[in-house]
């Protein structure tokens, strides 16, 4: 089988150093050579045409520069969705404070003096590159959460677009209930993985098209400590959530739920949210099984199970966002498809 993927034959990071006087050029070419591999541009033009052609992991760029500063080369790097997320650090004479604080504030990550000190200048660009490969493992852990939520609810004939709604929802219902932007947001990446355990469910339990009997519920109930299995213990604080969500969104407000009939503020607080959004998404969307509930009885299902099923403060929280969450609604809504026509019908 042929394959199409290309892979760069030099394993090291790439920089692009950009500047007028070659001098310069052979300084961090002395300093950086041994580590990375390295690209060189004498003006703005031509860095631009390399950055779109090599797409360096980091740019040294001096902002006096003849025809193209620095500054305009940043600010173009910085309006191009492809180019923006590349770091860079300015690397200049100019030594005065509002040049730096302009230097920030057009995007650049950091600011080097000349004459160049190079273990400072290997420092920064080490730490620098650091930054960048953590984020990229970061947005690697989410797209798998990501595609694994995908991969349960697939498996449950639901559609993907189920875990995009609820887990927003979750993220607005959080907000309105205090949590910080960060928490919300760690909250939004690790709520699609709640049914990922259903893959560890069989297909005569999980698609089975009448009602399950109590050996087959005792089955269904088990996708919530699988789904914890799945995800493992982790030191990363997502991951870590993402399993006490996927063990503990069954439990309810009044102990009757799954698995360990956890009440009230025992079951974690994020749990309970991603309760009350899943159901609200599931009553609110076309299952095989039924059609779509009108919003307004979605919201009267939840205001009668407040204090049964869910938290309280969360059902009043929800009510009060609930704008918020049918503009979610509206941007993610399912494509009917003809036989979940038939069903409404």
Known sequence: MEHSMEYKKDARRTLLLVDDESTNLQV???????????????????ALSLVRKERPDLILLDIMMPGMSGYEVC???????????????????????????KGLELGAVDYITKPFNPPVVQARVRTHLSLVQAGEVLETRLR???????????????????????????????????YSEEAADELLNAAPMHDV????????????????DAAEWAIMRQHTVIGARIIGEHRSSLLRLAATIALRHHEKWDGSGY??????????????????????DALTSVRPYKPAWPVEDAVAHI???????????????????????????ERWADEPEPQELDQVR
């Open 28 to 46: 961090l070419r002395h300093t950086l050579q041994a580590q990375y591999r390295l690209l060189f541009a004498k003006d703005g033009p031509t």
């Open 75 to 101: 600010e173009i790097l910085k309006r191009d969705e492809d180019t923006r997320a590349i770091p860079v650090i300015f690397v200049t004479a100019l030594s005065q404070v509002a040049d730096e604080h």
């Open 144 to 178: 798998i959460i990501r595609c694994l939520g995908a991969a349960a609810e697939y498996r449950d004939n639901e559609t993907g677009l189920h875990i995009v709604r609820m887990s927003h929802y979750a993220w607005r219902l959080a907000r309105e209930v205090g």
């Open 197 to 212: 355990g259903k893959i560890g469910i069989p297909d005569a339990v999980l698609l089975k098209p009448g009602k399950l």
């Open 259 to 280: 698995p360990d009939g956890l009440a009230g503020e025992a079951i974690p607080h994020a749990a309970r949210i991603v309760a009350l959004v899943d159901v609200f």
């Open 303 to 329: 205001r009668k199970e407040s204090g049964r099923h869910f938290d309280p403060e969360l059902v009043e929280a929800f009510v009060r966002c609930l704008p918020d969450i049918l503009e979610f609604r």
